[in-house]
C-alpha cells in the first residue's frame, strides 16, 4: 500500500497495480490501479481501477501544484453537471494537505473518443460523409455547451467521448465559464472555435463555412462573420506550432530528449525503446546497410532494425576547418529534425523523423545522426522519366504537385534545394525529403525569392523545349 503523495517519485512508468491509501467522507479505503491512461511524470496519473468495490475512472492529482490542479477539475465538473450537461458522474473526491488530490467518476467501460472515430475517417476524401457525421457531433457538443455559458480551453477530439449513443464531455481541468447559464459571448465563441478549426487538417480548410451550419444549428445565438473566425484559426496554429516545435527538443509526453557535454540525442517517445540501440550503433548499421551516398559531408543509407527498413543520415566532419565552422551552431541533423517535424505537424508529407543524435565533446559538436522512416518509392525524376517529351503527366500526380506547392506557399516555406531527387510519390503524396536548407519565412517578401529559387531549380531538372518542362511551368504558377 502507498501514500498518495508517493507517486510524485513514481516517474513516467510505475509497476501496476498501484494500491494506493485514499479517503472520502465514508472513511479510508483503498484504490487499486490497474492501468495508466495518462501520466505527467510527478504531478498526475490518470487510469482505470476498483474503488469500494466499483470500477472507477481515477485522476491523481500530486505534487506542489496538487491543490491548484484539483480545484480547476474539481470546479469544472461541478459547472458541466450543475448546467446539464452529459459528463461522468463525479463519485467521490478529496484533498489532503502534503499528499494530493484525488477525482473518482463512472467509468464509461468501452467508450470511444471522437478522436478515436476520426482515425477511422481521416483518409477518405476531404468531408467525406462519415467525416461530416464526426464532426458535426463535435460541433453540436461544443454548440451546446457554449450555449450555456462554457466552454473547453483544451478543446479536442479526445475529450469527447460516445458511450451508449450519448456524446460525454470529460477533462473539467479545461472547462471555463464566462457566465454560466447564459450563452457564450461572440468573441469566445469565435476564440473557442479558432482552437477547434485549427486542429483539423488542411485540407478541410476550404470546408469551414460548411461545417459551422453544423454549431448554427444547435447555437445560433451570434452571427459568426468568416473573416473573423479564420483570423482566430491563423491565430490557433501559429501557436499551436510554435508549441510543438518547442516540443521536439524537450523531454515531454511525446519526445524523449537528453542534453549534455557528450551528446543531446532526441526520440519520439512511441520509438524509444527499439531506437536508443539503433542511435548507439549507428556507425555501425550505416556499414552493414544499403548505402545511398557515402563520404563527403553526409553519408546516406537504408538500414534494418528488428525487421523494418529505417533510413540514417550522418553528417560527417570532413576535416578540422569544418570541424571549427560547425561545432558551435545547431547541426544540420537537428535543423532536419526540426523541419522534419514542422512538415508533419503542417500536414505536408515527409518520413516522418524517428531520432536524432549529436555527438559532442565538451559541448562542442562532432558528427551528427538523423533516423527517418525509409520510404521504397519512386522520386520524381523516375516518376516523371516517361512524359519528358510528350509531358503526359497522370494528373494525380500533377494536382498533387500543385497542390503542395499551393501548401508551402500557404505556409511560406521554402526547400532550398528543390531538385526532383528530393521528391518522392509516396501514398498518393509527394514527399520532401532532405530538409537542410528548409525554413519557414517571416515574410513575403524573403519568401517570395526563396520559393522562386525553389521552383528555378525543379524546373532544371528536364531541358528547355520538353514537353514535361512545358507543362509544369504552366501549372506551377
Excluded at 78 to 107: H, I, M, N, V
Excluded at 290 to 297: D, E, F, I, L, P
Aim: glycine residues 10%.
Amino acid at each position: 500500500m502507498m501514500r498518495l503523495s508517493e507517486l510524485t517519485q513514481a516517474g513516467r512508468a510505475p509497476a501496476l497495480p498501484l494500491n494506493i491509501q485514499l479517503a472520502d467522507a465514508a472513511g479510508p479505503a483503498e484504490l487499486q490501479l490497474f492501468t495508466l491512461l495518462r501520466v505527467l511524470p510527478g504531478q498526475r496519473y490518470v487510469g482505470a481501477g476498483v474503488w469500494r468495490g466499483r470500477t472507477v475512472l481515477a485522476k491523481l492529482l500530486v505534487g506542489g501544484k496538487a491543490p491548484r490542479h484539483f480545484q480547476r477539475e474539481l470546479n469544472g465538473v461541478r459547472l458541466l453537471a450543475e448546467q446539464g450537461l452529459t459528463t461522468p458522474q463525479l463519485l467521490a473526491d478529496g484533498l489532503q494537505e502534503g499528499e494530493g488530490g484525488w477525482l473518482l467518476f463512472e467509468y464509461l467501460e468501452g467508450a470511444r473518443s471522437l478522436a478515436d472515430d476520426w482515425a477511422d475517417v481521416e483518409s477518405l476524401p476531404p468531408l467525406a460523409d462519415e467525416q461530416t457525421a464526426v464532426l458535426g457531433q463535435a460541433l453540436g457538443a461544443i454548440a451546446h455547451m457554449h450555449a450555456k455559458g462554457l466552454w473547453q480551453e483544451d478543446l479536442h477530439l479526445d475529450n469527447l467521448l460516445q458511450y451508449a449513443n450519448r456524446l460525454y464531455l470529460i477533462d473539467g481541468a479545461g472547462i471555463q465559464a464566462e457566465q454560466a447559464g447564459r450563452p457564450l459571448s461572440r468573441n469566445k465563441v469565435l476564440e473557442n472555435l479558432g482552437v477547434f478549426f485549427a486542429q483539423l487538417p488542411s485540407n478541410l480548410a476550404p470546408f469551414t463555412e460548411e461545417l459551422l451550419v453544423h454549431y448554427l444549428l444547435a447555437n445560433g445565438e451570434h452571427g459568426l462573420p468568416m473573416e473573423a473566425l479564420q483570423k482566430q484559426i491563423d491565430k490557433v496554429r501559429a501557436w499551436r506550432l510554435r508549441d510543438y516545435l518547442a516540443k521536439v527538443g524537450r523531454e515531454c509526453s511525446l519526445f524523449c530528449v537528453q542534453r549534455g557535454a557528450s551528446q543531446l540525442r532526441a526520440v519520439r517517445r512511441d520509438e524509444t525503446p527499439g531506437l536508443q540501440g539503433a542511435l548507439d550503433n549507428a556507425d555501425a548499421l550505416l556499414d552493414q546497410g544499403h548505402v545511398y551516398k557515402t563520404g563527403g559531408a553526409a553519408t546516406v543509407g537504408r538500414v534494418q532494425l528488428d525487421g523494418r527498413d529505417l533510413l540514417i543520415k550522418r553528417y560527417n566532419i570532413k576535416n578540422f576547418l569544418h570541424a571549427c565552422k560547425r561545432f558551435w551552431r545547431p547541426s544540420r541533423a537537428w535543423h532536419s529534425w526540426v523541419e522534419g517535424n514542422r512538415l508533419l505537424f503542417l500536414g505536408i508529407a515527409t518520413p516522418k523523423p524517428l531520432a536524432v543524435l549529436e555527438k559532442r565533446v565538451l559541448w562542442l559538436r562532432r558528427e551528427a545522426y538523423l533516423v527517418t522512416e525509409h520510404l521504397n518509392a519512386p522520386d520524381l525524376i523516375e516518376s516523371f522519366a516517361p512524359y519528358v517529351d510528350s509531358g503526359e503527366v497522370p494528373e494525380e500526380q500533377l494536382q498533387t504537385l500543385e497542390h503542395l506547392f499551393a501548401r508551402l506557399v500557404a505556409e511560406r516555406i521554402s526547400h532550398g534545394d528543390l531538385k526532383g531527387h528530393n521528391l518522392f510519390w509516396h501514398a498518393g503524396q509527394w514527399a520532401l525529403i532532405d530538409l537542410d536548407a528548409m525554413q519557414q519565412h517571416g515574410s513575403d517578401a524573403s519568401f517570395a525569392a526563396a520559393h522562386q529559387r525553389d521552383r528555378e531549380r525543379l524546373l532544371r531538372n528536364w531541358p528547355e523545349g520538353s514537353g514535361l518542362r512545358a507543362v509544369l511551368e504552366a501549372r506551377l504558377g
